[in-house]
């Protein structure tokens, strides 16, 4: 193993932190809030640099890189707290479709990486099943669907949304998935706005009607790619998690550096000094669980589900730890809507909730008997 | 960055495994695993086998007898040394004055020293430390006077590691008090029966002896004792330092402890059930796993780094203070919680491990011997090595810069 960026992800990290710098300002990103509408640009400028393709093999259209370089860009871009979430919009979608091997699943995946289709799959981590709804051909042409959902991210981007069902043929059924526009009739989808002012849904479907050819793959490879993107997904929060918190303890150095009490600046007391620190040591450790997770993940390991829910757990717990921090170490400034700190302590909340909560994970990990038994 | 593990290292794991089912006799491996201090017979009797296999320098480059072994490989040796019970090897000769001997003593200093240290003939105790120089190293008071042909030594150093059983002491004194600590220190190699030295032993509180402090009253040291340039003491020590910093996590130490803890709670002690069937409890073994396993892959970063940069620092994060921390904060919870496991036992003072229950031996699950002597020695992990609040200390200064 070698931990250290090659030149390739070096230049990857730079340009995206460049990106993020230049152009995906507090300020704008207070707009776009506000608004609720989609900054287009970012995904345009997403597409165009080739990194919603930047977890993918050259065969699948990327540049040969892997779960390695798009987390790369999951952290970098998560410094910037982006309204558009690149583990739903990029790194799942391109997880699930890469991992099939049907024509409709190509054709659908270069869509994507050229940015005239928004799809993500249901996300939920990887501590519970998706409930998978039920299909039926209804005519030579057409299927309709019905059941229930599950959580979306990135709401306001989405064209489609990528839906697991089960054909139900007379007694049997067949997994299958679906590209729904998210605009069809009979999908009732529960808008919701986090608490980072990003959106997200809740959606069921009560007979939507779609095309035959929206039906992108069939049978039980469908169950393993699902599972390797929600895990894909997973890792991509987490480092994403990783930018923010990293955001948070560069902005709490330059504070408790210029912040003067007692004609001192704050930086010089110990107490405060060894806080800092302790927030150093978590984004440190979750950093490491992250490689483990990808490690695990990228070799098809059995246990990169436990690998990976062992991340989300200890990423959330100390995401919710560096983000307290942060707000305590400015003070009152830290609990102002003025200021971007108590907006990094929302969003890393955030982190910290959807796809698995801290308990959620731990529950789901003392369900593996793999722990407790020593050979 | 490139995370796929190297496959050859799994072979290893199990040749090593295999290696030391075969050869660590089972009596030593038993007193080993309870995580007393070791015998002195038994980690000579495990030096010899390891010696006879060549594996007895892992951290050491060919030329000099070692293995040449990446760190990788050394950690997993390390690991299955520590899973199986092999007594501790003499580190402080092996691991912390040899690669200085290597690296910067003179050739009669290589050929007196390393072979003994490989075969462990000659022990080594490490007199850094003084009554009021811990965390402080710099202010040292200890001195080396040269007299045209040697060093006369005088000062008072403490808590020397297994120091009663050093041949030799490595010290470092001041040689120039008319400047600053960085130039004005020096590195020894002394013998430990040298007239003027006097020992004397601190029992701790697991009640067994591994700390010693050392008297020099006029010791004379020949100027062949000296190491490297007079003055570069403190560079040295750096230098000794730095080659132990991917390690300072021990995970070796907290895998191990991690497998008896789950030992111990998987018994019914007191009647009770065991532990392992609390939910509670299962999800405390989970959350110590999940934070294991970051502590080993922030370790392989750190020696993955560590080898890149051919000793230079080349990392932003404080590899070694972050390690120190989290590993021994790690072994001081495994200890609470492997005590708490052993029930109303978990009070009981076991002096030693032995299967023969004389009259008057405690009677108690045979897994509780150990537990508390190591669950109270190790409050050190903590002090030793620099105390967890210096390594935050240095850890902020590193992030907040001169300001």
């Known amino acids: ?375 | 960055m490139n995370l796929t593990s190297d496959q050859s290292i799994v072979g290893f794991r199990q040749e090593v495994r295999q290696f030391i089912a075969d050869n660590l006799p089972v009596e030593v491996a038993q007193r080993g695993l309870r995580a007393y201090h070791e015998e002195k017979a038994d980690v000579i009797l495990w030096m010899q086998i390891l010696e006879k296999k060549g594996w007895s320098a892992i951290n050491w480059p060919v030329e000099y007898g070692g293995t040449g072994w990446g760190t990788a490989k050394q950690l997993v040796f390390e690991e299955e040394c520590m899973r199986a019970g092999a007594p501790q090897k003499p580190i402080v000769g092996l691991s912390l004055v040899a690669p200085v001997i290597y690296t910067y003593g003179s050739s009669e200093q290589k050929q007196m020293h390393l072979p003994k240290i490989k075969n462990a003939e000659s022990w080594w105790g490490q007199c850094f430390s003084e009554p009021n120089a811990g965390s402080d190293l710099a202010s040292l008071k200890t001195s080396a006077e040269f007299d045209g042909s040697n060093y006369i030594i005088n000062g008072h150093k403490i808590w020397t590691t297994l120091g009663q059983f050093a041949d030799w002491l490595f010290l470092l004194a001041v040689t120039d008090k008319t400047v600053k600590p960085q130039t004005g220190i020096s590195f020894f190699l002394v013998k430990a029966d040298s007239p003027g030295i006097t020992m004397r032993p601190i029992y701790s509180i697991e009640k067994g002896h591994t700390l010693n402090e050392f008297f020099f009253e006029d010791v004379v040291v020949p100027a062949s004792g000296l190491v490297g340039e007079l003055g570069k003491g403190w560079s040295y020590a750096k230098f000794l330092l730095e080659n132990e910093r991917s390690w300072s996590a021990e995970i070796p130490r907290n895998k191990a402890l991690l497998r008896r803890l789950i030992k111990v709670a998987s018994q019914s002690v007191d009647g009770q059930p065991p532990l392992l069937d609390s939910y509670s409890f299962k999800e405390k073994i989970c959350d110590l796993s999940a934070r294991l396993n970051a502590l080993e892959y922030m370790t392989l970063r750190a020696m993955s780094e560590h080898e890149a940069s051919a000793g230079e620092s080349i990392s932003a994060w404080e590899a070694g203070s972050i390690l120190h921390v989290k590993g021994s904060e790690m072994q001081q919870e495994m200890g609470a919680l492997t005590l708490e496991a052993l029930g109303s036992y978990g009070a009981v003072y076991f002096p030693k491990y032995t299967t023969k229950l004389e009259d008057g031996y405690p009677q108690g699950p045979e897994l509780a011997h150990g537990v508390a002597a190591d669950y109270l020695y190790r409050r050190a992990t903590t002090i030793y090595g620099g105390s967890n609040e210096i390594q935050r200390n240095i850890i902020a200064s590193a992030m907040l810069g001169k300001f």
């Open chain 1, 1 to 375: 193993m070698n931990f250290l960026l090659n030149e390739e992800q070096t230049l990857l990290r730079d340009s995206v932190r460049r990106y993020v710098e230049k152009e995906y300002s507090f300020a704008n990103r207070l707009n776009y809030a506000a608004s609720g509408e989609v900054n287009r640009q970012a995904l345009e400028y997403m597409v165009s640099q080739g990194w919603m393709a930047a977890g993918l093999e050259e065969s699948c259209g990327g540049f040969g890189g892997g779960i390695i370089e798009s987390c790369l860009i999951a952290e970098e871009l998560g410094r910037a707290m982006p309204l558009e979430p690149y583990w739903a919009l990029a790194m799942a979608p391109t997880a699930l479709l890469s991992s099939l091997c049907t024509s409709s699943a190509s054709a659908l995946l270069g869509d994507i990486l050229g940015g005239s289709v928004v799809a993500s799959p249901i996300l939920s981590g990887v501590v519970k099943q998706n409930e998978t709804a039920s299909a039926k051909k209804v005519s030579a042409t057409e299927f309709s669907i019905t059941g229930s959902g599950g959580h979306v991210y990135g709401l306001n981007a989405l064209s489609h949304l990528l839906v697991t069902a089960n054909i139900i043929d007379g007694n049997s059924a067949e997994r299958a998935m679906f590209l729904v526009p998210i605009d069809s009739a009979g999908l009732n989808l529960k808008p919701l706005t986090l608490l980072d002012e990003s959106k997200a849904a809740k959606f069921g479907l009560s007979e939507v009607l779609v095309p035959a050819e929206s039906l992108i793959a069939t049978g039980s490879e469908l169950i393993a790619a699902t599972q390797y993107a929600e895990r894909v997904a997973v890792l991509g929060l987490c480092s994403s998690a990783i930018g923010m918190m990293a955001a948070v303890i560069d902005k709490t150095v330059e504070y408790l550096k210029l912040r003067k009490q007692f004609n001192t600046a704050i930086g010089k007391f110990q107490s405060l000094q060894h806080r800092i620190a302790d927030m150093k040591i978590a984004i440190e450790e979750s950093r490491a669980i992250i490689h483990r997770g990808i490690a695990m993940t990228k070799c098809g390991d059995d246990d990169s589900v436990i690998a990976v829910s062992e991340a989300k757990y200890l990423v959330s717990k100390n995401a919710a730890f560096v983000a307290a921090q942060g707000v305590q170490l400015h003070g009152a400034i830290g609990l102002t809507e003025e200021f971007v700190i108590g907006h990094y302590f929302r969003a890393l909340t955030v982190c910290s909730h959807i796809l698995g909560t801290p308990s959620e994970h731990l529950r789901h990990l003392s369900s593996y008997n793999d722990y407790f038994t020593i050979d």
